[in-house]
T-cell receptor, first 109, second 113 residues
């Protein structure tokens, strides 16, 4: 089976940097995705790492270490609108993904 | 482009009733998925499809059936609804070349009493 671990809650102040970690145990690993979901909304895709290293997209970066079965999402220059839930998801065969339970990020003024 | 759309947005069913949720996408994506999301939890894959006319089981398929008769549509059926199926249902789609970049619909909030 597959299992993913991520913190349930993180709190940070506006303008700060926050890192959300994700560790996984799985067979048939293809890569790690990250999604953002605002309350009552649909998940939206943020990033995907198939290879080790850091991927940067604007204020958001994502990192993967396949040897450590570990990844993280880094959010810089936090804004109030970044308050949301963030999910890591392991990519499996046939295009399937298994999602973690999510991390609720609260950004305070 | 509308992206991924889902109908209905809300529905209340009595135990034992049946219903079909419709998902449509206009991005010509090959892959389509049905997930359920319970409060405070992540998304769990119910069924998925890698192309027109094909379907496969995900993590939690029991009590659900699906069909993909047209590439742009993916239907999720509940034959005999149970209170345990109260959840928010999300449909998603992805392009075969970027499979793990999934686009989600707005969701259907289903309550079974």
């Amino acid at each position: 089976g597959q299992s993913l671990e991520q913190p349930s809650e993180v709190t940070a102040v506006e303008g700060a940097i926050v890192q959300i970690n994700c560790t996984y145990q799985t067979s048939g690993f293809y890569g790690l995705s990250w999604y953002q979901q605002h309350d009552g909304g649909a998940p939206t895709f943020l990033s995907y790492n198939a290879l080790d290293g850091l991927e940067e997209t604007g204020r958001f970066s994502s990192f993967l270490s396949r040897s450590d079965s570990y990844g993280y999402l880094l959010l810089q220059e936090l804004q109030m609108k970044d308050s949301a839930s963030y999910f890591c998801a392991v990519g499996l065969n046939a295009g399937k993904s298994t999602f973690g339970d999510g991390t609720t990020l609260t950004v305070k003024p | 482009n509308a992206g991924v759309t889902q109908t209905p947005k809300f529905r209340v069913l009595k135990t034992g009733q049946s219903m079909t949720l419709l998902c449509a996408q206009d991005m010509n994506h090959e892959y389509m998925y049905w997930y359920r999301q319970d409060p405070g939890m992540g998304l769990r894959l119910i069924h998925y499809s890698v192309g027109e006319g094909t379907t496969a089981k995900g993590e939690v398929p029991d009590g659900y059936n699906v069909s993909r008769l047209k590439k742009q549509n993916f239907l999720l059926g509940l034959e005999s609804a149970a209170p345990s199926q109260t959840s928010v249902y999300f449909c998603a789609s992805s392009y075969v070349g970027t499979t793990y970049e999934q686009y989600f619909g707005p969701g259907t909030r289903l309550t079974v009493t």
